[in-house]
């Protein structure tokens, strides 16, 4: 039913043009074919706040604590001050008591086609990311470069908290909803339930901010502060689409696959063919100052935020 010329199916869900115009192409299509069909396709209906709130609840219940789990979604970080519509693929693998794998991968723009525009009315321009690997364990960090084959490995000393902080956060590809580190009362009292909508299959829910989003600061957790729109399947209480807004624009996930109860494994990338990118430069003193060390480890971070922001 669905084409890559339509777009991704994000694009359809309550709130979206394009959702009321092929809820009204449907419509029309039924009912020239049988008026039967007509009354079989199912329309949204209006749900409480209550009723929401109660089944957002119910999700994080039945998620679990999430100590390993597996995701896989198809981003889409769409900005307006750059006017671009960048999309990726994106594969999240996380042992609480082992580290996590992230793996970020291009996808072939030619299957999509450019409909979001700018506040000025330009058209979004579809570009994808570069292929990376980030591997974190207890204490090292490694980022691999798919497309230069190279890898550098940081270590990531406890100590320095500070470091560990800007370094990709597993749970941020999740709705705060369905995080189970985020405190589930601190999270009710920053958000309101300003629309909710359902079908037999799918719970629709709009949830803004009751403040007005603070000023950014180093650590903050953009989820706690966004507007915010979740898609919720009814049979297994998992989401099919989050959406959180930006300054400038908005990040979309659309899932594919997330096992809240993954198999354990082992944390390792095969780094067969890669050069060590340290063995590249020149090399370096046997004893490496810490300020050293804690550069690498800021050089690994900044290269982390873009990832996140763009």
């Known amino acids: ?102 793996e970020c991968r291009p996808v072939d723009c030619a299957k999509f086609q450019a409909s979001h525009r700018t506040q000025h009315g330009e058209l979004c321009r579809l570009q994808t990311t570069r292929p990376e690997t980030w591997l974190m364990t207890t204490s090292v960090c490694t980022v691999l470069n798919e497309e230069r084959h190279t890898y550098e490995s940081v270590p990531v000393p406890p100590h320095e908290s500070w470091i560990g902080s800007l370094l990709p956060d597993p749970y941020q590809v999740m709705p705060p909803w369905f995080d189970p580190t985020v405190d589930w009362t601190r999270l009710k009292s920053r958000f309101r339930i300003e629309v909710a909508q359902s079908t037999s299959k799918d719970f629709f829910i709009k949830l803004v901010p009751l403040k ?64 060590d990118e340290t063995r590249i430069t020149p090399p370096a003193a046997t004893t490496e100052p810490s300020s050293v060390a804690n550069a690498k480890a800021v050089e690994v971070c900044a290269r982390v935020l873009l990832w996140v922001l763009f």
């Open 1 to 102: 039913m669905f084409s890559p010329e339509m777009g991704p199916l994000w694009l359809w869900y309550p709130g979206s043009d394009k959702h009321t115009m092929l809820k009204v192409a449907l419509l029309s299509a039924f009912a020239v074919l049988s008026p039967s069909l007509l009354l079989a396709a199912e329309e949204w209906k209006p749900e409480s706040a209550q009723a929401a709130m109660e089944l957002l609840q119910k999700a994080r219940t039945a998620i679990g604590p999430l100590r390993r789990f597996e995701v896989e979604c198809q981003r889409r970080v769409l900005d307006d001050a750059f006017g671009t519509d960048t999309r990726s693929r994106v594969r999240v693998y996380r042992d609480q008591s082992a580290g996590f794998l992230l």
């Open 212 to 275: 007005k989003n603070p000023a950014w600061r180093l650590g903050d957790d953009e989820r706690l502060t966004a507007q915010q729109t979740v898609v919720i399947d009814r049979q297994n209480l998992l989401p099919k689409r989050w959406s959180i807004g930006r300054p400038a624009g908005e990040v979309t996930y659309l899932y594919t696959q997330i096992d809240p109860h993954a198999p354990q494994r082992e944390l390792k990338v095969d780094l067969t063919g890669y050069r």
